[in-house]
């Protein structure tokens, strides 16, 4: 305990003291939180929530203790990010110059998915009661057209997951010196230092990033990466120091220009460069035209909570409001994990992601029934659809014949206002392309456009036109990063995911295991969680997520149930009498921090 209280205390000197401060280079899981629960004083939850139960055979017990903060709190899926974060915010920041100092810091830190190559969307809500959300989504090239990864035979080829031309023009930097100029309260120099300063001067490798590195070390290899974040081509083995002169000089440049530093310039003709060498096609005319897009939440409400989610070029608002909208129709969900709940909210998501794979798109380019999807009397005509004892294949429902590397913050400052950030390369270090004049993998989120109608993507996803690949378009998204706002107001429920598809599916059911199903912050993190995307049309659950009975049951019904592996990466934070719970999800490597 001392020794954490010591680790801590370094960090808060080094993220302080700024220029003349050493960078600790402690292992990325070593910096616990602020303030947990000693492990003597059991957690009692609050009055209203009810004890949770899952399957025996399940992997999470319920009834774990979540991190508790009296004033503020930063989930993410790097537990030094979310000390720089929990930093800033102390050091009088605000959520917005909280997420954007851990956004750059993942970026150094959480290689996988944190990203200035990348794109994203930022929720934002202020104390006042005002909203604002921020599209920094990467957008095809210009030279990018509708079949350029279908090859001569017919067939997708992989070319928009690995390698040169699998990535939309890099939105992140755009979006994140964007949010911070509207309504941040700190300077660039300040919130980037901290992230300058771990790349400069390193941090220490922990087990969690060291098996990374050894899962994707042939795609680390391949390209410039390797150089890196292998050693010898071997991962790199726990405690080492990986230092990053390239990215440290990328983002000094970025503290002191802006967006211009990144989109324009020398290090921009030098990293487009690069790139047309290797055979990619983004050009300094993409660069220049990039623009990050503000956009209205959207707002949406579930049994009296309000809800603000994200609009496209994301699809996880629409689709976690038609979901819910469908849901709150029956006057009460069935128990948790029952046959029936597992049918009913599975058929909801089967339904809103019909409407998601065929009619979601670009806004600039398509033209979204926002309206209809989000309405309630909408819903309640697929509500109508959903059969009292048997699955509906989706063939019966929609037209589209059948033919990951992300990561969520949540922060809630001292003011109320809260932040809801997700930002992904797409696949783990993205498209594999290591910028080495710069220091960043570039995405590889191409991927999410339809590549070809009616055959799946890397998620298994089949879409439609809508989402087809234009110049300058952006591909379809399912990030969700959501805010929830209790009857008063105020924040209650900052919350987000990674996973694809999934994402929806994590985010919407960590909501509705608060909501409806009055589960304590951390069980309805635990729970076991189940996936519809309409095609493959089969419904997924986490190994032992349901008891074999259900599962037979389910079977009967006509379900084809697939036991998949875990279904998203929430990191969520909730309000509470005194203060603020943050829980960042088992099944991955996160840590909340807040003080
Ligand atoms: O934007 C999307 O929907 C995907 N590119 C997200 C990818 C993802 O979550 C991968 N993480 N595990």
């Known amino acids: ?125 202020l104390a006042g009661g005002r909203n604002a959300a921020i599209d920094f989504r990467e957008a095809a090239p210009l030279a990018a057209s509708r079949d350029m990864y279908v090859g001569p035979d017919g067939k997708t080829t992989d070319q928009s997951i690995v390698g040169p031309l699998a990535s939309g023009v890099p939105g992140a930097v755009a979006g994140l010196t964007a949010a911070l100029a509207r309504y941040g309260t700190m300077s660039r120099a300040r919130v980037m230092q901290p992230a300058i300063r771990l790349a400069e001067q390193g941090f220490v490798v922990d087990s969690a990033f060291s098996q990374r590195t050894s899962d994707y070390r042939d795609i680390l290899g391949k390209f410039a990466g390797g150089t890196v974040f292998l050693s010898n081509g071997e991962p790199l083995p726990p405690g080492t120091v990986v230092k990053q002169p390239a990215l440290a000089r990328t983002l000094r440049a970025i503290a002191r220009g802006g967006r211009k530093a990144f989109y324009e310039g020398p290090i921009a003709e030098a990293w487009v460069k690069e790139l047309a060498d290797a055979g990619g096609i983004i050009t300094l005319e993409d660069l220049r035209r990039y623009k990050a897009e503000w956009r209205t939440p959207i707002r949406s409400t579930y049994r009296g909570r309000t809800l603000l989610s994200m609009p496209p070029a994301s699809s996880g608002g629409i689709t976690m409001t038609e979901t819910l909208n469908i849901l709150e129709g029956f006057d009460s969900l069935p128990p948790f994990g029952s046959t029936r709940w597992a049918h009913l909210v599975g058929s909801a998501f089967q339904r809103a992601f019909i409407d998601r794979n065929a009619k979601l798109g670009d806004p600039a380019f398509v033209n979204v029934p926002l309206a209809q999807l989000t309405d309630k009397r909408y819903a309640a005509t697929l509500r109508a659809t959903i059969g009292a004892t048997r699955a509906t294949p989706t063939t019966s429902l929609t037209t589209i014949k059948e033919g990951t590397q992300t990561t969520h913050v949540s922060i809630a400052d001292a003011r109320g206002n809260a932040v809801a950030l997700t930002t992904t390369l797409n696949d783990l270090y993205g498209s594999g392309v290591y910028l080495a004049s710069a220091g960043f993998f570039l995405n590889d989120e191409m991927d999410d456009f339809t590549s070809r109608p009616g055959v799946p993507n890397m998620y298994g996803l089949i879409q439609g036109e809508a989402n087809a690949i234009q110049p300058g378009k952006r591909m379809l998204s399912a990030m969700s ?81 697939f036991s998949g592996g875990g279904v998203g990466q929430v990191n969520a934070i909730m309000r509470v009498r005194g203060g603020f719970e943050g829980v960042a999800d088992p099944r991955g490597s996160g840590r909340p921090v807040g003080y």
């Open 481 to 561: 990063p959501t805010i929830v706002l209790d009857a008063r107001g105020r924040v209650l429920l900052v919350v987000g995911s990674r996973g694809g598809p999934r994402i929806i599916t994590s985010t919407t059911q960590v909501v509705l295991n608060v909501l409806e199903h009055r589960m304590t912050l951390a069980d309805a993190m635990s729970a076991p969680r189940i996936h519809h995307q309409a095609l493959p049309d089969s419904l997924r659950v986490e190994p032992n997520g349901l008891t074999p009975a259900v599962t037979d049951s389910l079977v009967a019904m006509g379900y084809s149930v």
């Open 1 to 125: 305990m001392i020794r954490r209280i010591a680790v801590l205390f370094v960090l808060a000197v080094t993220v302080a003291r700024g220029a003349e401060a050493q960078v600790s280079t402690r292992g990325a899981t070593d910096a616990g939180p602020t303030r947990t629960l000693p492990s003597s004083t059991r957690y009692v939850p609050a009055a209203d929530r009810r004890p949770a139960h899952f399957p025996d055979a399940w992997r999470f017990p319920a009834g774990r203790a979540p991190v508790v903060a009296k004033r503020a709190m930063v989930v993410s899926d790097a537990p030094i990010a979310s000390a720089v974060g929990a930093e800033i915010l102390r050091r009088g920041g605000n959520a917005v110059d909280a997420a954007v100092a851990t956004a750059f810091a993942l970026a150094v830190v959480y290689p996988e998915a944190g990203n200035i190559g990348g794109g994203g969307f930022m929720l934002i809500h």
